[in-house]
């Protein structure tokens, strides 16, 4: 079962890796960094409940942001090269949304 499970995976993450790929070739940037935080997310949200820092209820899963599963998964980062890269990875892709939101405010006079 664990070898089936692991290869599901293993093409889950191969078609996303395709896809995101492809929207950065495109010209589709937002579509590639949503891309990038689902796997991250996925990965994290993993992590946190084999670990059992997490037990998976409907109320947890709404209110797990990126910000709260780097926080948990924090004290079992072997490096911080990690961290860093996570946190960073995260405010941009922020800035990036407040930036559109923006750009669209202004265009259509339409508030986010």
Same mark, same amino acid.
């Given at each position: 079962? @664990? =070898?089936?499970k692991?290869?599901a =995976? *293993? *093409?889950s993450? #191969?078609?996303?890796?395709?896809?995101?790929?492809?929207?950065?070739k &495109?010209g589709?940037?937002?579509e590639? %960094?949503t891309?990038q /935080?689902? %796997? %991250?997310?996925?990965?994290l949200l993993s992590?946190? +409940? &084999? #670990?059992k !820092?997490l &037990? +998976?209820?409907?109320?947890?899963?709404y209110?797990?942001s990126l #910000?709260? !599963?780097?926080?948990?998964a =924090?004290p *079992?980062f072997e490096?911080? @090269?990690i961290? +860093?890269?996570? /946190?960073?990875?995260? /405010?941009n892709r922020k800035l990036?949304?407040?930036?559109?939101c923006?750009?669209i #405010?202004? /265009? @259509?006079h339409y508030?986010?």
């Open positions: 079962m @664990t =070898k089936k692991n290869l =995976k *293993y *093409y993450y #191969s078609a996303a890796y395709a896809k995101m790929t492809a929207a950065i &495109q589709f940037y937002l590639a %960094i891309i /935080e689902s %796997i %991250i997310t996925d990965r992590f946190a +409940v &084999q #670990s !820092l &037990q +998976v209820t409907n109320d947890k899963m209110a797990l #910000s709260k !599963l780097i926080k948990l =924090k *079992y490096s911080d @090269t961290l +860093v890269n996570l /946190e960073r990875f995260r /405010e990036l949304y407040a930036f559109i923006e750009i #405010s202004r /265009e @259509t508030c986010c």
